[in-house]
């Protein structure tokens, strides 16, 4: 069949270029044109939300361009190089052990600019006794950046899972910018710090992707002099004037915690999400355990977001606001790390981790996810919003600030994600609006 039609077209096209030779001129009458053909017996259809992928692929198009020919096709060819040399086959082996192959030793690396790097090993083995997942994992820089994790979930039954889990990390690197809306890029200083915590979680999975979460435990920070490159530190901006020395600085605290959470969630869990609603809310009590200043203080807040999967392949756009509170039950200052934070690896993903913090904050974000590979996801994110003053406050449309991120996550494990991120963030629309924040994320960014 396929022979029979290239010949008939090759034989076609010879004809038609022969000098002063046409249909009519060989006497052959021109027939009527005919419907095309129905090959594979589906109707031809457009759906409206293939139509509407157009807006966000005229919209986002130069990111996307970064994320296709800079990050998914070379990928995708080391990908491929490296499936036909069976190096996957090899590492599998390599790290991976036991009977069914449910243990295993990673190494792990995570680079953030701006920051130290760090490198160490990942450990994890399933069903190390029946019913129950350990996770282990230490990193390090240098004799002054430590950190370490150890979990143990406990699956209770199908739907309940019990965590006990315990870390502790040390780092002289850490950002601070001054607190509330109006903070400066150029008023970044470093410090180090010192966290140590313990926690007990009860997870209740309810129908589809809804989840409700208690837990309890506890903390001890402290902070000490910092360092990074030629930043100056949280004491000499202090002294230039920049700002006040951040509360809880002097002594540290130690806290015990209790939170609530609740996700409200009309997506399927399998095969795929989808479209749908879903609603969050969050409540987290911190009572201090040492004789200060430090009031007991309740953190809450809650984030609403609707899905949409434009054609049913994986391609989800979703639009979600969220907003956050931190106040003391009496007048008192909460210590800055325990404030409401954005930056990092959670909201406002274009900034740093400790680039912004305040009494509350408010956050829209537009959110993009399409996948790039059998498991990669690719993710673009814009977001608008701040921290403000105690219950917004001082909250206006001149304070919002622009963050925005491109980048690709692994998918399907909870206790280690590789990630690739480029995000930028500006100054308050305010102050101009100006770019002065950029986030280059590359490595492993969980521990459990």
């Given at each position: 069949?396929?022979?029979?039609?290239?010949?008939?077209?090759?034989?076609?096209?010879?004809?038609?270029?022969?000098?002063?030779?046409?249909?009519?001129?060989?006497?052959?009458?021109?027939?009527?044109?005919?419907?095309?053909?129905?090959?594979?017996?589906?109707?031809?259809?457009?759906?409206?939300?293939?139509?509407?992928?157009?807006?966000?692929?005229?919209?986002?198009?130069p990111?996307?361009?970064?994320?296709?020919?800079?990050?998914?096709r070379?990928l995708?060819?080391?990908?491929?190089?490296?499936?036909?040399?069976?190096?996957?086959?090899?590492?599998?082996?390599?790290?991976?052990?036991?009977?069914?192959?449910q243990?295993?030793?990673?190494?792990?690396?995570?680079?953030?600019?701006?920051?130290?790097?760090?490198?160490?090993?990942?450990?994890?083995?399933?069903d190390?006794?029946?019913?129950?997942?350990?996770v282990?994992?230490?990193?390090?820089?240098?004799?002054?950046?430590?950190?370490?994790?150890?979990?143990?979930?406990?699956?209770?039954?199908?739907?309940?899972?019990?965590?006990?889990?315990?870390?502790?990390?040390?780092?002289?690197?850490?950002q601070?910018?001054?607190?509330?809306?109006?903070?400066?890029?150029?008023d970044?200083?470093?410090?180090?710090?010192?966290?140590?915590?313990?926690?007990?979680?009860?997870?209740?999975?309810?129908?589809?992707?809804?989840?409700?979460?208690?837990?309890v435990?506890?903390?001890?920070?402290?902070?000490?002099h910092?360092?990074?490159?030629?930043?100056?530190?949280?004491?000499?901006?202090?002294?230039?004037?920049?700002?006040?020395?951040?509360?809880g600085?002097?002594?540290?605290?130690?806290?015990?915690?209790?939170?609530?959470?609740?996700?409200?969630?009309?997506?399927?869990?399998?095969?795929?999400?989808?479209?749908?609603?879903?609603?969050?809310a969050?409540?987290?009590?911190?009572?201090?355990?040492?004789?200060?200043?430090?009031?007991?203080?309740?953190?809450?807040?809650?984030?609403?977001?609707?899905?949409?999967?434009?054609?049913?392949?994986?391609?989800?756009?979703?639009?979600?606001?969220?907003?956050?509170?931190?106040?003391?039950?009496?007048?008192?200052?909460?210590?800055?790390?325990e404030?409401?934070?954005?930056?990092?690896?959670?909201?406002?993903?274009?900034?740093?981790?400790?680039?912004?913090?305040?009494?509350?904050?408010?956050?829209?974000?537009?959110?993009?996810?399409?996948?790039?590979?059998?498991w990669l996801?690719?993710?673009?994110?814009?977001?608008?919003?701040?921290?403000?003053?105690?219950?917004?406050?001082?909250?206006?449309?001149?304070?919002?600030?622009?963050?925005?991120?491109?980048?690709?996550e692994?998918?399907?494990?909870p206790?280690?994600?590789?990630?690739?991120?480029?995000?930028?963030?500006?100054?308050?629309?305010?102050?101009g609006?100006?770019?002065?924040?950029?986030?280059?994320?590359?490595?492993?960014?969980?521990?459990?």
């Amino acid at each position: 069949m396929r022979l029979g039609r290239a010949s008939g077209v090759c034989a076609l096209l010879v004809a038609l270029s022969l000098p002063g030779l046409s249909r009519a001129d060989a006497g052959e009458v021109s027939p009527e044109k005919r419907a095309l053909p129905d090959y594979d017996g589906r109707e031809a259809s457009t759906s409206t939300g293939e139509v509407l992928l157009w807006v966000p692929r005229i919209l986002l198009s130069p990111l996307y361009l970064v994320s296709e020919f800079v990050v998914r096709r070379p990928l995708g060819y080391l990908v491929s190089a490296a499936e036909r040399a069976k190096l996957p086959e090899f590492l599998y082996d390599l790290f991976l052990f036991g009977p069914n192959h449910q243990a295993g030793i990673l190494p792990v690396a995570f680079v953030d600019f701006g920051f130290y790097p760090s490198y160490g090993l990942f450990f994890f083995w399933n069903d190390f006794v029946p019913h129950q997942d350990l996770v282990v994992r230490g990193s390090m820089w240098d004799a002054h950046w430590l950190a370490g994790t150890i979990s143990d979930r406990i699956h209770l039954d199908a739907l309940t899972d019990l965590t006990l889990s315990a870390s502790g990390i040390r780092r002289p690197d850490y950002q601070f910018y001054g607190l509330g809306s109006d903070s400066l890029h150029a008023d970044r200083s470093r410090y180090g710090g010192t966290r140590y915590e313990g926690n007990a979680a009860l997870e209740l999975k309810l129908a589809g992707l809804s989840r409700l979460t208690a837990s309890v435990g506890a903390r001890r920070v402290h902070f000490h002099h910092g360092d990074f490159s030629r930043d100056p530190t949280i004491e000499e901006a202090v002294a230039a004037g920049r700002y006040q020395l951040p509360p809880g600085w002097d002594q540290g605290y130690a806290m015990l915690t209790n939170q609530l959470s609740l996700a409200i969630d009309t997506r399927k869990a399998r095969p795929a999400p989808g479209s749908g609603l879903r609603v969050e809310a969050r409540l987290e009590q911190l009572t201090s355990l040492s004789p200060s200043s430090t009031p007991t203080i309740l953190r809450y807040g809650g984030t609403i977001g609707g899905f949409w999967d434009l054609g049913q392949n994986g391609r989800v756009m979703s639009l979600s606001l969220a907003t956050h509170f931190a106040d003391p039950l009496r007048p008192a200052d909460i210590p800055f790390t325990e404030l409401v934070a954005l930056g990092g690896s959670e909201s406002m993903r274009g900034f740093p981790l400790g680039r912004l913090y305040g009494r509350s904050a408010a956050v829209m974000t537009l959110r993009y996810r399409w996948p790039i590979w059998i498991w990669l996801d690719g993710s673009i994110q814009l977001a608008l919003g701040n921290v403000f003053d105690a219950h917004l406050g001082n909250f206006s449309a001149q304070r919002l600030r622009f963050s925005g991120s491109i980048g690709i996550e692994s998918v399907g494990s909870p206790d280690s994600s590789l990630e690739i991120l480029l995000g930028m963030g500006s100054e308050t629309f305010e102050h101009g609006g100006e770019i002065t924040s950029l986030r280059v994320v590359v490595g492993n960014n969980r521990g459990f």
